[in-house]
């Protein structure tokens, strides 16, 4: 079945660091992609949306300059957390669903960010 | 309110029992999801519903539109069942964002 892959799944980095997180569709081609946050003991908070060869579109909240995201192509999205603090430190995952209709979302295993 | 809710927020149960997770909306979806988010944060997508019902191993999950509910069943439950079990729904196309519900902590003791 289709799979969302997603690297690394855990960073310890030290404070100020720029940490890259990377989302790749295996066996489908993800026109769209979507970057979640969550807390311990949370629901998942949409961050953004990631469209191939366009500018993504944040939810109210993210910043921008903060949390980057390209998708240049229909296979991979990467999230970079920039300059990042303590208060960056969870748990980051993203989703894909192919084109066409009746598309499920399919997510990736997410990765734990600890900011030092 | 939330536009989806789930209901129990907690759950327990002896290996064996019946269990039933439930799901209900306030929007218009053009489809529904069951997924399942295991202690190490990876989340499986274990169905997609739009009508009726859908049958996968022990799990069944059934969708009624005019009453804007869905429930996940599971049979004869086992430890390793446990797990966080979330209901997401999407208004539009295939690339059109989820709404989720906050989860159930399912805990299946032996």
């Known amino acids: 079945g289709a799979v969302v892959s997603q690297h690394p799944s855990r960073v310890i980095c030290k404070s100020g660091t720029s940490v890259k997180i990377e989302c790749r569709s295996l066996?489908?081609?993800?026109?769209?992609m979507f970057w979640y946050r969550q807390f311990p003991k949370q629901s998942l908070m949409l961050m953004a949306t990631?469209?191939?060869?366009?500018?993504?579109?944040?939810e109210q909240g993210v910043e921008k300059d903060k949390f980057l995201i390209n998708h240049a192509s229909l296979t991979l999205s990467t999230l970079t957390v920039t300059s990042a603090h303590p208060e960056d430190s969870s748990f980051y995952i993203c989703?894909?669903?192919?084109?066409?209709?009746?598309?499920?979302?399919?997510f990736g295993d997410g990765t734990r960010l600890s900011i030092l | 309110k939330n536009e989806v809710e789930q209901s129990p927020q907690n759950l327990t149960a002896q290996e064996g029992e019946f269990i039933t997770i439930n799901c209900s909306y306030s929007?218009?979806?053009?489809?529904l999801h069951w997924l399942q988010q295991h202690p190490g944060g990876g989340i499986v997508s274990l169905f997609m519903?739009?009508?009726g019902k859908k049958k996968h191993g022990r799990l069944i999950a059934t969708i009624n539109i005019q009453e804007k509910h869905s429930s996940l069943h599971i049979t004869a439950s086992h430890p390793r069942d446990s797990a966080v079990y979330i209901c997401?729904?999407?208004?539009?196309?295939?690339?059109?964002?989820?709404?989720f519900g906050e989860g159930t902590q399912l805990t299946v003791n032996p």
């Open positions: 066996d489908f081609q993800a026109t769209t």
């Open positions: 519903l739009s009508s």
């Open positions: 929007v218009g979806i053009s489809a």
């Open positions: 997401a729904v999407r208004r539009g196309t295939s690339g059109s964002r989820l709404t």
């Open positions: 989703s894909a669903s192919g084109t066409g209709v009746g598309q499920p979302q399919h």
């Open positions: 990631s469209n191939e060869g366009s500018k993504a579109t944040y």
